[in-house]
């Protein structure tokens, strides 16, 4: 069944060319069309355009079509989020009521609930991530990335990666897996940190070798893994042909030799702002970054230095953090709230961010992440709303009513 989407008041994120990511002040903008048509027909965007080019599109040799009155409503791509920790071993609730009165941020601790993964099985961790799935779905995601982490041994996470893999195939979300290995370590590891960088570097061919993940995820903490353990792990990923990632915050940006390697910062969320030094040390190392706005919200930690990232000419990319034990929101409608309210971006830099900019940090820009024909139809309809930057400004309304995922409503 091909989809023709009448009467769009507006159509965001648009482009005749599926163009590459934008950086600093290219981020201010975004296009649009008024009074817009949208033709889907299998499973891709074949044709768009104001409603005055309506007659003659291919809409038109549609021999099964199902025609969508959109007035009054807006159509934005998915949104694509590039950091999410969706696969967790404890329950939702995780005493909130003990929060920190003081100035101190939230903490957890999972100590315990380590062992609880351990005994669940494939399944049960995979229909636990579906629940949160479709909630991913219902706030206008089309494309998430799923970290392991928390298995602690090389038999809980690989299943993990075999649950994300699962997950890949029998859902309609572009899915990206990424093996955190260096997330944290076993208790048995905790008098031999070493021990357990060799316990990593033992299962990445197998991760490799049966496709398991696409990204390597390091999280770097001097405290943790060592500078020379830290870059060993980033070569044997690349060896492995893994994208890598980093999780770090200014220091680690500072001591790792990340010139050449290819990585993005991965996280940017810190107790206060970056240095102007490190953000001039990004432009020149070309490190894609990104912000997770949820995390330092839940967290009560400052907001890190969008603006200034920004300002450098750096592209950048907004993602949830998504844990439901420790940053309980996979709402990215919200991040670009916070993104505009607490870090001073643009409503445009904030769409953008989310979409364009989040995709190709994924590695799936050339397919997603705008409406051009030749991508995969991965959009959804709003309500009724007065103009596009309504949309982040009304932080707590849900404003997604419908939401089209490879060609089909969802």
Do not use: W
């Amino acid at each position: 069944m091909d989809l023709l989407l009448l009467n769009i008041k507006e159509m965001v994120q648009t482009g005749e060319n599926p163009h590459d990511f934008l950086t600093g002040m290219e981020m201010a903008s975004v296009n649009t069309i008024q009074d817009a048509f949208l033709f889907i027909s299998d499973e891709m965007i074949v044709d768009y355009g104001s409603m005055k080019t309506l007659d003659g599109s291919a809409a038109e040799n549609s021999e099964m079509l199902m025609e969508i009155d959109c007035k009054g409503r807006m159509v934005f791509p998915s949104f694509c989020d590039p950091d999410s920790h969706l696969l967790y071993p404890f329950g939702d609730s995780q005493n909130f009521s003990t929060r920190h009165t003081s100035r101190e941020p939230y903490s957890i601790d999972f100590s315990n609930e380590f062992v609880r993964l351990h005994e669940m099985s494939i399944e049960e961790i995979y229909v636990q991530a579906l629940d949160h799935l479709k909630e991913v779905v219902r706030k206008g995601t089309g494309a998430i990335e799923i970290k392991s982490g928390y298995g602690l041994e090389a038999e809980d996470e690989l299943k993990l990666l075999q649950v994300i893999r699962k997950l890949k195939r029998s859902t309609p979300l572009v899915i990206k897996s990424t093996f955190l290995g260096s997330h944290t370590y076993h208790e048995r590891f905790r008098r031999s940190p070493a021990k357990y960088l060799d316990h990593i570097l033992d299962i990445l061919p197998a991760i490799s070798q049966d496709e398991l993940a696409d990204n390597l995820d390091v999280y770097y903490d001097h405290q943790f893994l060592s500078r020379s353990e830290t870059e060993t792990l980033l070569l044997a990923g690349l060896k492995e042909g893994l994208n890598v990632k980093i999780h770090s915050d200014e220091l680690g940006l500072n001591q790792l030799n990340v010139n050449n390697i290819n990585v993005c910062l991965d996280i940017l969320d810190q107790p206060g702002p970056l240095s102007l030094g490190s953000i001039n040390r990004m432009v020149l190392a070309e490190i894609f970054p990104a912000i997770m706005p949820g995390a330092s919200f839940f967290h009560n930690l400052n907001a890190s230095s969008a603006r200034d990232i920004i300002d450098a000419g750096l592209p950048l990319a907004i993602a949830t953090d998504f844990d439901p034990g420790s940053m309980p929101s996979c709402d990215m409608k919200f991040m670009q709230s916070l993104a505009c309210i607490k870090y001073g971006m643009k409503p445009e830099e904030a769409i953008n961010a989310s979409t364009i900019n989040s995709a190709f940090l994924m590695g799936i820009g050339h397919g997603y992440g705008s409406i051009t024909k030749g991508k995969a139809a991965n959009v959804f309809v709003t309500k009724k709303i007065p103009s596009y930057d309504y949309f982040p400004y009304a932080f707590s309304s849900d404003l997604i009513e419908m939401v089209i995922l490879d060609g089909e409503i969802h």
